[in-house]
């Protein structure tokens, strides 16, 4: 069973920048679509960004223009670059395959934006 391993959250502050790492046990990543996605306390999870044949970007309107989401496929890992956090943010982040959730949920990332 593929494993997906989420990494760089952090305590920032308001503006601040980011850059969370997913990485998987198996070679996924040149094989299916991803996503980026978050849960915030009380909240449904949400998409925030995907990267569909390794090119095509895709943002929720919330992070358009801030989050970049990018792909090594050497490296086996799937990037978010996150600039100018607001609190808003604040959540657990995930990856996972987009648009169709194939794999479990990993541990998710902690991001806090707070000052």
């Known amino acids: 069973q593929v494993q997906l391993v989420e990494s760089g959250g952090d305590l920032v502050q308001p503006g601040g920048s980011l850059r969370l790492s997913c990485t998987a046990s198996?070679?996924?990543?040149?094989?299916?679509?991803m996503g980026w996605y978050r849960q915030a306390p009380g909240e449904q999870r949400e998409m925030v960004a995907t990267?569909?044949?390794?090119?095509?970007?895709i943002y929720a309107d919330a992070v358009k223009g801030r989050f970049t989401i990018s792909r090594d496929n050497a490296k086996n890992t799937v990037y978010l670059q996150m600039n100018n956090l607001k609190p808003e943010d604040t959540a657990v982040y995930y990856c996972?395959?987009?648009?169709?959730?194939?794999?479990?949920w990993g541990q998710g990332t902690q991001v806090t934006v707070s000052s």
């Open positions: 996972n395959t987009y648009s169709v959730v194939l794999y479990p």
């Open positions: 990267i569909i044949r390794g090119r095509i970007t």
């Open positions: 198996g070679n996924i990543f040149s094989v299916y679509d």
